[in-house]
C-alpha cells in the first residue's frame, strides 16, 4: 500500500525506530517488510512467532525513565492487566494518540496484514491498548500461559539486567494446533519485538535475577472486537 504524506512524515520523524525498521516501513513493500523479519518459531500447523529490532536502546532507557517518574510521583498506577501486578497502563497515561496509535497503524498493521492476511483484515488493528509489565525479584517473576485479547500483539523488551524470563510459545487457539504442548523458548533482547497472533498461547519463564520490563501492544478491531 502507498502511505500517506501524513504518515511518511511521521515515519521519518520517527527516530525511535531502528533505521532499518523504518526504512522498511518507508518502503513498504513486501521485500523491505520481509528484510528486518527474523521467524524464531511456528506451532504445528505452521503460524509463526516473528522477531524484529524496532526501539533504540536511547528510546527504551527513555521511556523506562520516564515510567520511573511517574511512580515515584504518586500517580496511582493501575496494574496493566489481571495478571501481571507491576508496570503500567500506557493507554491512561498519554501515551495513547501520539505513540501507541501510530505504533499499531504504522508498525504493527503492515507488517500483520503481510504476515497473516487470512487473519488481520484492514480493520482488525484499528485500536490499540498499551501497557508496561515490569518483573523483579520478589515482585512478579514469571507469567503463566494464556493467549492475549487481540489479532495481534506487540512486546518488545525494554530491558534493564535481568537473565532468565524467555517467553514460550505452544499452539494458536481456535486451530488444530491449539493442544500443542511443544514449548518453542524465545528469548528477550533489548530494544526488540516480537510479534504474533493474539491467539498465540505463551508463557513467561521466570527471570532468575535483576529486572526485565516490556512493552507489550494489543491490536484489535474497533470496540476490542478480537477474532
Known amino acids: 500500500e502507498t502511505l500517506s504524506l501524513s504518515s511518511k512524515c511521521l515515519l521519518e520523524q520517527a527516530t525511535w525506530i531502528q533505521e532499518p525498521v523504518r526504512e522498511a516501513l518507508l518502503a513498504g513493500t513486501e521485500t523491505a517488510l520481509e528484510s528486518v523479519l527474523t521467524e524464531v518459531c511456528r506451532d504445528s500447523t505452521g503460524l509463526p512467532v ?3 529490532d524496532l526501539f533504540t536502546e536511547e528510546f527504551c532507557d527513555a521511556l523506562l525513565e520516564e515510567l520511573d517518574h511517574l511512580e515515584e510521583s504518586g500517580i496511582p498506577l493501575r496494574r496493566p492487566n489481571g495478571m501481571n501486578r507491576y508496570g503500567a497502563i500506557l ?3 498519554g501515551f495513547q494518540d501520539n505513540f501507541l ?3 499499531t497503524t504504522l508498525v504493527m498493521a ?3 496484514r ?6 488481520v483484515s484492514p480493520d482488525d488493528c484499528g485500536e490499540t491498548y498499551g501497557f508496561v509489565v515490569r518483573y523483579r525479584m520478589g515482585e512478579d517473576v514469571d507469567l503463566q500461559e494464556h493467549s492475549d485479547t487481540s489479532n495481534v500483539t506487540l512486546n518488545v523488551c525494554l530491558g534493564r539486567e535481568f537473565t532468565g524470563g524467555e517467553l514460550y510459545f ?3 487457539r481456535f486451530t488444530a494446533s491449539e493442544d500443542d504442548v511443544e514449548e518453542n523458548i524465545v528469548g528477550h ?9 493474539g491467539g498465540h498461547r505463551h508463557a513467561a519463564l521466570p527471570i532468575t535475577s535483576g529486572e526485565r520490563s516490556n512493552l507489550i501492544v494489543w491490536a484489535t478491531a474497533p470496540g476490542g472486537v478480537v477474532r
Not at 114 to 119: A, F, G, I, S, T
Not at 189 to 197: E, I, P, T
Open 101 to 103: 496509535l501510530p505504533l
Open 114 to 119: 503481510m504476515l497473516w492476511p487470512e487473519w
Open 91 to 93: 493507554s491512561q497515561l
Open 110 to 112: 503492515p507488517f500483520a
Open 170 to 172: 505452544k499452539g494458536v
Open 50 to 52: 516473528y522477531t524484529l
Open 189 to 197: 533482547v533489548k530494544g526488540r519485538a516480537m510479534l504474533h497472533l
